[in-house]
């Protein structure tokens, strides 16, 4: 079926080699950073992951969102899902692999990653981390592939891969929780040292994951004559609202536990972010945007009226995406590093290369995304043929 992507009109190419020509220009920063070092990019002593690794964390909840519409579908037989299944699945593809190369082109060495797996340490979260990604990748692939084929050929899927759809429901789960165990596992990072974390990323991934899918799913009805279903959409954005509450109620929640309390440690990290600390603002502008998302998305999606309508339904679904990438993909990160354990703020802001690097690492999701979306357009085309 992979021939299906290799062929389109002028205008898919256009989108293909321009998202290529992205790809090229930060294949090179990468190959400055491979023979220079991380000394190209903001990172320091202090400060020793930065926008890599906060995309990584961002894109890992895109990808556990997969399991909104798969365990609709394939546990309670909910047949509005049908036609959005697959496009969850092969948005978890591609998220899953931008978040392997967020992690690789992070790494000062990148070869010595396969010292995880030559030597393992199962004491390391790093290690579950890594088990975890790969396997979700794994079952994904699997999965979409088996369904597709069946579909193509118009025959039901075997009744083998039903136990690995419904493992990987767990799964979805596990790859956000164990990232959120990578964070709050650090003794000496008050801001992330808080049992919270892994229901708020979890939180955040179900409505910042089916938000980007319903864009991507409203995307495709206008330019081809797929069309998953308003019931679908609809349900989904039901599925946004509800997870967006509850991620705005964790935020709350740890906000009203580091402000009562007053204790040092865990307030300065969240001056930092919203107000300041010692001179040092870059982030507050950014969360102060990410508040206003939130509340606009929630204006919208919590009104049925605004929420059913696809005009303010695009809108809402904007906001709920960029106000949760700023949290999570800016803020959640950095912040965890400033101040550092000794009290002391370090300044960190990511570089043109190290901007670079990550926008082409996101043209290769778009890329993916383009590829494996032309694909079941194909299959279903083929199907009403």
């Given at each position: 079926m992979l021939e299906k992507a290799l062929s389109g009109n002028r205008t898919y190419w256009t989108w293909i080699f321009f998202l290529l020509a992205i790809i090229g220009a930060g294949a090179a920063c990468w190959f400055w950073q491979l023979n220079v070092g991380l000394t190209i990019t903001g990172l320091s002593r202090d400060v020793v992951w930065g926008f890599y690794i906060a995309q990584f964390t961002f894109l890992v909840g895109v990808a556990a969102s997969a399991v909104m519409v798969v365990l609709p579908y394939y546990l309670h037989n909910y047949k509005a899902f049908g036609k959005?299944?697959?496009?969850?699945?092969?948005l978890a593809i591609a998220a899953v692999i931008m978040c392997m190369t967020f992690i690789f082109v992070d790494m000062g060495r990148p070869d010595r990653i396969l010292n995880v797996f030559l030597h393992p340490t199962p004491h390391s979260m790093m290690f579950w981390d890594t088990i975890a990604l790969g396997g979700y990748l794994v079952l994904n692939i699997l999965i979409s592939r088996v369904t597709l084929s069946s579909e193509r050929r118009g025959i039901a899927p075997p009744k083998w891969i039903r136990p690995i759809i419904i493992l990987s429901i767990p799964w979805a789960v596990s790859i956000h929780t164990v990232t959120a165990f990578?964070?709050?596992?650090?003794a000496a990072r008050p801001f992330w040292?808080?049992?919270?974390?892994?229901?708020?990323?979890l939180a955040s991934a179900f409505a910042a994951g089916p938000?980007?899918?319903i864009l991507l799913a409203l995307i495709v009805r206008r330019i081809s004559s797929f069309d998953p279903g308003r019931e679908a959409i609809n349900k989904l954005a039901e599925i946004v609202t509800y997870a967006m509450i509850l991620n705005v109620f964790f935020v709350a929640m740890e906000l009203f536990t580091a402000l009562y309390s007053d204790i040092p440690e865990h307030v300065h990290h969240f001056q930092f972010l919203f107000t300041g600390l010692e001179g040092n603002s870059t982030l507050a502008p950014w969360m102060w945007l990410s508040v206003l998302l939130a509340v606009v998305s929630l204006v919208i999606l919590i009104n049925p009226a605004t929420r059913r309508s696809e005009t303010t339904l695009i809108l809402g679904c904007i906001a709920v995406f960029f106000s949760l990438w700023i949290d999570k993909g800016l803020g959640m990160v950095i912040a965890g590093f400033v101040p550092n354990p000794l009290g002391q703020?370090?300044?960190?802001?990511?570089?043109?290369?190290e901007l670079t690097i990550s926008?082409?690492?996101?043209?290769?999701?778009v890329l993916i995304v383009t590829g494996l979306y032309?694909?079941?357009?194909?299959?279903?085309?083929?199907?009403k043929a």
């Open positions: 959005m299944t697959i496009l969850g699945e092969f990578l964070y709050a596992g650090l040292l808080t049992a919270i974390l892994a229901p708020r990323f938000a980007l899918l703020v370090v300044e960190y802001a990511p570089t043109l290369p926008l082409a690492i996101y043209a290769g999701g032309k694909i079941a357009l194909e299959v279903r085309g083929q199907m």
